[in-house]
């Protein structure tokens, strides 16, 4: 694992993997054929951009599947 900081870079040793789901809306239907999503357009942009923006942080890629 390789960490950035103004001060230098550093490097750590780290053997993992880390796989992460989410629904794609607070209320887990959003782009369900079988049940109607709640959410307004407003909420589901708010929720997946947090989403994204905890993705970046962790340095991964975000599959829409």
């Known amino acids: 694992m390789r ?12 053997r993992f993997q880390l796989i992460c789901s989410a629904p794609p809306c607070p ?3 959003y782009g369900d054929p ?8 407003n909420r589901v942009r708010a929720y997946q951009d947090r989403l994204l923006g905890i993705a970046e942080k962790l340095g ?3 599959l829409h599947v």
């Open 3 to 14: 960490i950035a900081r103004a001060e230098g870079v550093y490097e750590m040793p780290a």
């Open 27 to 29: 209320c887990a239907h």
């Open 34 to 41: 079988k049940t109607e999503c709640t959410c307004s357009a």
């Open 60 to 62: 991964c890629e975000v």
